[in-house]
């Protein structure tokens, strides 16, 4: 499976990048990936500070899967943040998380995520969720234009 476009994994568990990254590989799935250990980078990443010698910002990634509960900047507040602005409201955002909490179910859709999928435990299960979200996300979807690139 390829796609266009690079993978931005939001989580600050170690383990469970390494985990995404392997369902990746084990899916065929080649694109890119960055990853971003907590909120405050993702949005680093995202909006490069405007400094002299910052440069433009770069390409934006063509999915974002995103960890809800992490430090400094949690994934909430990132996702709001995403939406907020006209150059990311439309990314492909998919909250990937341990989290079953039905107030961060409808939270996270009322600030505009795409999908809300949970972390199956066993690795097989989180195999065959990886491989759904590449499909579609990154092969199936139609992305909205992005006016501000």
């Known amino acids: 499976m390829t796609a266009d476009g690079r993978i931005l994994i939001v989580d600050d568990s170690p ?3 390494t985990l995404t990254l392997r369902a990746l590989r084990k899916n065929n799935i080649t694109n890119a990936v960055d990853i971003a250990a907590d909120g405050e980078e993702a949005l680093r990443r995202l909006f490069p500070p405007d400094e002299p010698g910052a440069g433009q910002p770069g390409a934006l990634p063509a ?16 996702l709001r943040t995403i939406r907020s602005h006209p ?17 961060d179910i409808v939270n996270t859709y009322d600030l ?3 999908s809300f999928v949970r972390k199956p435990v066993a690795f097989d299960e989180f195999l065959e969720a990886v491989r759904l979200l590449g499909m579609y996300w990154l092969l199936v979807n139609r992305p909205a234009g992005r006016l501000h690139d």
């Open 15 to 17: 383990d469970d990048v």
């Open 63 to 78: 999915l974002i899967l995103l960890d809800l509960n992490m430090p400094k900047v949690n994934g909430l507040e990132v």
């Open 87 to 103: 150059r990311t409201r439309y990314l492909p955002v998919v909250v990937l998380t341990t989290s079953t909490e039905e107030r």
């Open 112 to 114: 505009g995520a795409n």
